[in-house]
């Protein structure tokens, strides 16, 4: 069975940061791209970042790009979200996702399609 597991959230001030992490294990192998996404409370969910299964390519939300890194250790089956220079507006509960396709992987996660979804973990940004 598929899963991942996000970690890594908490309350931070403005200005501080965070490292999320999300581990896949089961059917998800380090050749699927990975997404971070985010709801806030009362909002739609919406695309944070993206990482194709290589690492090589890397695509950001234009509100979080230049604060916020996405990576992955394909040997651990990890990947990571570092944000920094958290803002307010920051806070939101932030899901990985997986997508097995090899083709157009980027533009699949920015547009939200994904074969497994994270549980979420909270992040709250205090001003």
């Known amino acids: 069975q598929a899963q991942l597991v996000e970690s890594g959230g908490g309350l931070v001030q403005a200005g501080g940061s965070l490292r999320l992490s999300c581990a896949a294990s089961?059917?998800?192998?380090?050749?699927?791209?990975m997404g971070w996404f985010r709801q806030a409370l009362g909002k739609e969910r919406e695309f944070v970042s993206a990482?194709?299964?290589?690492?090589?390519?890397?695509d950001y939300a234009d509100s979080v790009k230049g604060r916020f890194t996405i990576s992955r250790d394909n040997a651990k089956n990890m990947v990571y979200l570092q944000m920094n220079s958290l803002k307010p507006e920051d806070t939101a509960v932030y899901f990985c996702?997986?997508?097995?396709?090899?083709?157009?992987?980027?533009?699949?996660?920015?547009?939200?399609?994904?074969?497994?979804w994270g549980q979420g973990t909270q992040v709250t940004v205090s001003s």
């Open positions: 990482i194709t299964g290589s690492g090589d390519n890397t």
């Open positions: 089961g059917r998800i192998f380090s050749t699927y791209g």
């Open positions: 996702a997986a997508q097995s396709s090899p083709y157009d992987t980027i533009y699949q996660l920015r547009n939200e399609i994904a074969d497994y």
